[in-house]
């Protein structure tokens, strides 16, 4: 069974920096695609930044050149490092585990339990 546990959110002001990790267990993670997706308030969850099996990375728009993603596949895990955050960055986020060649906007896989991200101006 997968288990997905995130870590690293928090309060931050803006222009700050933090550094989200989550560990998935009991999976095939090299042979998986993995991503941080994000849901505000009143808002539907978006897509943060997905890494394929190639290491190929998609990166929602809000996010490109202040956002960076990495997976280390030894330690079954993935990383969102977040610079220069915005207010508007606030919200949970979650990470997400698809087999490989499923597109980003499908919900589908399995969720972590998600960590909040407060920014504050």
């Known amino acids: 069974q997968v288990r997905i546990v995130e870590s690293g959110g928090g309060l931050v002001q803006a222009g700050g920096s933090l550094r989200l990790s989550c560990v998935i267990s009991?999976?095939?993670?090299?042979?998986?695609?993995v991503a941080w997706y994000r849901q505000a308030p009143g808002k539907q969850r978006e897509l943060v930044a997905g890494?394929?099996?190639?290491?190929?990375?998609t990166y929602g728009d809000s996010v490109k050149g202040r956002f960076t993603s990495s997976r280390d596949n030894a330690k079954a895990t993935l990383y969102l490092q977040m610079n220069s955050l915005k207010p508007e960055d606030t919200a949970v986020y979650y990470c997400n585990y698809r087999p490989a060649r499923v597109r980003w906007s499908i919900d589908f896989g399995s969720w972590g339990q998600g960590t909040q991200v407060t920014v504050s101006s």
């Open positions: 009991g999976s095939m993670f090299d042979n998986n695609a």
């Open positions: 890494i394929r099996t190639d290491g190929t990375t």
